[in-house]
């Protein structure tokens, strides 16, 4: 069957009151932003549901993109006939010679937003309904849970038909809550953090930490694949590498090993929080899960936390390894996090790390290094490049109506 339009319902957005506007409207943009490789394809968001004008674009391509959409509960694709009951009488026949078997129990759900339509919506129910009995006569209707729901709707512009219905990303728009930096290593529990903090609003930026030559350049590419696997859930993200090497190297030079770890994840919590200022975020995201390694014991985390009254959330902070795990086969990183390719975070590994370091010894010691110089410096050498789900072929062009 030859789709001519998608009908996306929305999920939590019923609940946000004078807010639903803005949120419809970011989910429409993030939406066009990742379906930018179908140029033909039209938005068309009100308050109660966005239609994906197909004009021609393979609806089977647009799917599994418009699954990974968060804010979408779920989403029909759909066909559009003409407003006429032969029309429709055929067409539901035509649909239901298609997908019927000879086992299932089916049902008409007909509505009309066009009051001029000569049927209403009981009236149509029973007349469609007819109309499949005529093909099929020995086939049973189920008013609950029926194996086919074919849904029927009279609008406007004319009447669209559906007996599909595809469960969306579910979650809050990206953006609608705000931005937040991504603490992103390599491995597999940062790109889940990333992933979970997205599906509750949060827009994203990945920084990176590189340190050549001790780090290569296929760790930065995994750390770019792995934005490139979130970004689908948006369109695009920013991916902020940070040049670490000086910082790295006067930790080792001037610390004892057992602080090499917290004094280097306190620097790297500064500098994160610093691009967080420049960027404008509200938050700093990381994939630490408590206990897990040293650097992420209780008493770790009070003494690395000391240097930002920033909020830092953890979306991993209470799973275990393989509840994690499972989250990063499911959004297709965990192959990428286990390349062996070392990062900031194990290059310098100290073989007795501290899991309880005193913050009095860490100022102590910190005072030995030049911390606003070596930050100041760092900053300075920021790179910055955008990765996109796809290369878009035109202008955003998002059509908005009805929304008030």
Same mark, same amino acid.
């Given at each position: 069957?030859?789709?001519?339009?998608?009908?996306? @319902?929305?999920?939590?957005?019923?609940? =946000?009151?004078?807010?639903?506007?803005?949120?419809?409207?970011?989910?429409?943009?993030?939406? @066009?932003?990742?379906?930018?490789?179908?140029?033909?394809?039209? #938005?068309?968001? +009100?308050?109660?549901?966005?239609?994906?004008?197909?004009?021609?674009?393979?609806?089977?391509?647009?799917?599994?993109?418009?699954?990974?959409? *968060?804010?979408?509960?779920?989403?029909? /694709?759909?066909?559009?006939?003409?407003?006429?009951?032969?029309?429709?009488?055929?067409?539901?026949?035509?649909?239901?010679?298609? #997908?019927?078997?000879?086992?299932?129990?089916?049902?008409?759900?007909? =509505?009309?937003?066009?009051?001029? *339509?000569?049927?209403?919506?009981?009236?149509?129910?029973? !007349?469609?309904?007819?109309? !499949?009995?005529?093909?099929?006569?020995?086939?049973?209707?189920?008013?609950?849970?029926?194996?086919?729901?074919?849904?029927?709707?009279?609008?406007?512009?004319?009447? %669209?038909?559906?007996?599909?219905?595809?469960?969306?990303? &579910?979650?809050?728009? !990206?953006?609608?809550?705000?931005?937040?930096?991504?603490?992103?290593?390599?491995?597999?529990?940062?790109?889940?953090?990333? %992933?979970?903090?997205?599906?509750?609003?949060?827009?994203?930026?990945?920084?990176?930490?590189?340190?050549?030559? %001790?780090?290569?350049?296929?760790?930065?590419?995994?750390?770019?694949?792995?934005?490139?696997?979130?970004?689908?859930? $948006?369109?695009?993200?920013?991916?902020?590498?940070?040049?670490?090497?000086?910082?790295?190297?006067?930790?080792?030079?001037?610390?004892?090993?057992?602080?090499?770890?917290?004094?280097?994840?306190? &620097?790297?919590?500064?500098?994160?929080?610093?691009? @967080?200022?420049? @960027?404008?975020?509200?938050?700093?995201?990381?994939?630490?899960?408590?206990?897990?390694?040293?650097?992420?014991?209780?008493?770790?985390?009070?003494?690395?936390?000391?240097?930002?009254?920033?909020?830092?959330?953890?979306?991993? $902070?209470?799973?275990?390894?393989?509840?994690?795990?499972?989250?990063?086969?499911?959004?297709?990183?965990?192959?990428?996090? !286990?390349?062996?390719?070392? +990062?900031?975070?194990?290059? *310098?590994?100290? /073989?007795?790390?501290?899991?309880?370091?005193?913050?009095?010894?860490?100022?102590?010691?910190?005072?030995?290094?030049?911390?606003?110089? &070596?930050?100041?410096?760092? &900053?300075?050498?920021?790179?910055?490049?955008?990765?996109?789900?796809?290369?878009?072929?035109?202008?955003?062009?998002?059509? *908005?109506?009805?929304?008030?």
């Amino acid at each position: 069957m030859k789709y001519t339009e998608i009908m996306v @319902r929305y999920g939590e957005l019923s609940t =946000k009151g004078k807010n639903r506007k803005t949120f419809i409207m970011q989910l429409a943009q993030n939406t @066009r932003r990742a379906l930018a490789e179908f140029p033909a394809m039209r #938005i068309h968001a +009100d308050r109660d549901r966005m239609h994906l004008i197909l004009n021609g674009e393979d609806s089977q391509l647009i799917i599994p993109k418009l699954q990974k959409i *968060f804010g979408i509960q779920n989403f029909s /694709p759909s066909v559009r006939v003409e407003k006429d009951v032969t029309v429709l009488k055929e067409s539901v026949q035509a649909i239901m010679k298609e #997908i019927y078997t000879g086992k299932e129990t089916f049902k008409i759900n007909a =509505k009309r937003s066009d009051h001029q *339509f000569e049927l209403d919506s009981n009236e149509l129910n029973q !007349v469609l309904g007819n109309a !499949v009995f005529d093909v099929f006569p020995t086939i049973k209707a189920q008013m609950k849970k029926p194996d086919i729901l074919l849904r029927v709707e009279i609008r406007q512009d004319g009447a %669209y038909l559906s007996y599909e219905t595809i469960k969306g990303a &579910m979650g809050l728009p !990206v953006g609608t809550s705000g931005k937040g930096m991504l603490m992103l290593s390599g491995g597999i529990d940062s790109p889940v953090a990333g %992933y979970l903090a997205m599906k509750r609003g949060v827009e994203i930026e990945a920084v990176h930490f590189a340190s050549p030559p %001790y780090t290569s350049e296929q760790a930065l590419q995994k750390a770019k694949d792995l934005t490139a696997k979130l970004a689908p859930y $948006v369109g695009s993200i920013q991916f902020i590498e940070v040049p670490f090497t000086e910082i790295q190297e006067e930790i080792k030079k001037s610390l004892p090993q057992g602080y090499w770890m917290t004094v280097t994840r306190r &620097m790297m919590l500064r500098l994160t929080d610093a691009i @967080r200022e420049q @960027r404008k975020g509200l938050v700093i995201i990381n994939g630490e899960s408590l206990g897990q390694v040293a650097s992420q014991t209780l008493h770790s985390m009070v003494a690395i936390n000391e240097v930002t009254a920033t909020p830092i959330i953890r979306p991993v $902070v209470t799973m275990d390894k393989l509840e994690i795990i499972e989250l990063a086969e499911k959004i297709d990183t965990f192959q990428l996090s !286990v390349q062996p390719f070392e +990062d900031c975070c194990t290059i *310098f590994a100290p /073989p007795q790390p501290k899991t309880r370091p005193r913050l009095d010894k860490v100022e102590e010691y910190e005072a030995r290094l030049d911390i606003e110089g &070596m930050i100041a410096r760092s &900053m300075a050498g920021l790179k910055f490049s955008q990765i996109d789900v796809a290369t878009p072929k035109e202008a955003l062009d998002e059509e *908005f109506s009805d929304l008030l």
